[in-house]
């Protein structure tokens, strides 16, 4: 059994492995002042993790875009698994060139999803992930991450027309579906098309102008919270793939361990 570790800015994700298949994952809220005690409370009341004997752990990891909750959760992991954890760091051996100009800059989560796209769909990749940002990353054909593209999530974009504006209401992110058109005959249907399909075109219009700019075509993999609710309208996508960063994280520590 093997357990990987998501921490995002918004949301934490634990997945439960086995045999480097994923067989359960729970998410919860990140929060940077969460005490050991508390994030061991709920390790185990995490599904599958409560029915696991400490002589099955293969291992943990994290990866963490949030700094002040790693040392806390690891020893929570510690206390609940027996398992030292692996914080995942972007100077590890991980299978791909890092090309970033600062390599120790880069998301760690954008590096796993780097690691896994080109583990299951193979090199020359877009990847975008919908995140709390929406990014873009990019692997070129000789499996080198070469960087990418930060925009802004639809959650963010949704709470900055509302902080930012004195009547557009807020629409939260399980209120974003597939809009009946592009032009909104409502307040709410005009800011969703916006939402929508402004994503949408964003991602393919970076796509094309990358492509453009290396000279040779990208595989487009989507994951993230959102990447299913926009997939039937974006074109150029090849996959979507919602445990991309999960499976990454479960690769970069076997190349580690």
């Known amino acids: 059994m093997f357990l990987a570790i998501d921490v995002g800015n918004t949301h934490t994700t634990f997945g439960l492995m086995e045999d480097g298949v994923l067989r359960s994952q729970s998410r919860i809220r990140t929060h940077l002042k969460k005490t050991e005690d508390e994030l061991a409370v709920t390790l185990r009341f995490l599904e599958g ?11 943990a990891a994290i990866c963490s875009v949030a700094p002040p909750v790693n040392k806390p959760l690891a020893a929570a992991v510690r206390r609940a698994t027996g398992m030292t954890p692996l914080v995942l760091a972007p100077d590890m051996d991980l299978g791909v060139s890092n090309l970033y100009d600062r390599p120790m800059e880069v998301g760690m989560d954008r590096l796993a ?3 896994a796209g080109v583990e299951r769909y193979g090199p020359s990749l877009l990847i975008v992930d919908f995140g709390t940002a929406t990014t873009l990353d990019i692997v070129s054909g000789g499996s080198e991450y070469l960087g990418g593209v930060i925009l802004p999530g639809l959650e963010a974009t949704a709470d900055a027309l509302h902080s930012r504006t004195s009547k557009l209401p807020l629409i939260t992110l399980d209120a974003i579906e597939r809009p009946a058109g592009a032009v909104g005959r409502t307040t709410m249907q005009a800011i969703l098309s916006g939402l929508y399909y402004g994503s949408i075109h964003a991602v393919e219009g970076m796509h094309a102008r990358i492509e453009e700019e ?7 993999v989507a994951t993230g919270g959102l990447a299913r609710v926009l997939a039937g309208d974006m074109k150029r996508i090849h996959a979507v793939d919602s445990d991309l ?10 190349r580690n361990r």
């Open 245 to 254: 960063t999960l499976r990454g994280v479960h690769r970069i520590w076997l």
């Open 49 to 59: 993790l409560h029915d696991t004997k400490r002589e099955e752990w293969e291992g």
């Open 214 to 220: 290396l000279g040779y075509p990208l595989t487009l």
């Open 113 to 115: 999803n780097a690691v």
